[in-house]
């Protein structure tokens, strides 16, 4: 199976909202609910930020959301903030053997 | 709460022998399945190998299959990735991630860098 297909780069001024897209297929995010996204700064562990598509772990802003049409999910920040800077990574469960996917990854730059 | 704790990176030369080693503590490790994912110096996030809670169900990329092998201990709570043959492609940082289904709780990562 191939990666997830992520824009490689986005954009926003502080207090825009920018959206981010993950493109799979009908076999992995068209299929399950299980897609979630992380956030990771330079040097840093990946963080989840939203998992089940929609869902927050506990502490992370609600100005991070999340959904799904069809075999595109998306990650949706909201009112930017300069430390919301990183590289964002979808990640699907597949149901199959390869069991988990990665995107390859979006650096958002807040201008 | 739930801390997982890589050990064993390292530099070693092309050709070698690596162990990774993952302790775990703060959930049930029997009740999940465990994972290995790294990330090269500049590049994205590859899903290298996962295990099944009882370790009957093993996975590998092809780009380590036949090289690396994934294990897990349930009486130490911890997870193993043994890696030989290494390649200067393999230098990357190593995470291992407890999945339920996707990577939820990461390790703070192992840097394995190859080179002569």
Same mark, same amino acid.
């Given at each position: ?19 981010? +897209? ?55 920040? +909201? ?33 | ?116």
């Amino acid at each position: 199976q191939s990666a997830l297909t992520q824009p490689r780069s986005v954009s926003g001024s502080p207090g825009q909202s920018v959206t981010i +897209s993950c493109t799979g297929t009908s076999s992995d995010v068209g299929e399950f609910s299980y897609v979630s996204w992380f956030q990771q700064h330079p040097g840093k562990v990946p963080k989840l930020m939203i998992y089940d598509v929609n869902k927050r772990p506990s502490g992370v802003p609600g100005r991070f959301s999340g959904s799904k049409s069809g075999n595109t999910a998306s990650l949706t920040i +909201s009112g930017l903030q300069a430390e919301d800077e990183a590289d964002y990574y979808c990640c699907v469960y597949t149901g199959s053997y390869t069991y988990v996917l990665f995107g390859g990854g979006t650096k958002l730059t807040v201008l | 709460q739930v801390q997982l704790v890589e050990s064993g990176g390292g530099l070693v030369k092309p050709g070698g022998s690596l162990r990774l080693s993952c302790a775990t503590s703060g959930f049930i490790f029997t009740d999940f399945y465990m994972g290995w994912i790294r990330q090269a110096p500049g590049k994205g996030l590859e899903w290298l190998s996962y295990i099944s809670n009882s370790g009957s169900t093993i996975y590998y990329a092809d780009s380590v299959r036949g090289r690396f092998t994934i294990s897990r201990d349930t009486a130490k709570n911890s997870l193993y990735l043994q890696m030989n043959s290494l390649r200067a492609e393999d230098t990357a940082v190593y995470y291992c991630a407890r999945v339920s289904p996707i990577p939820d709780h990461w390790g703070q990562g192992a840097l394995v860098t190859v080179s002569s």
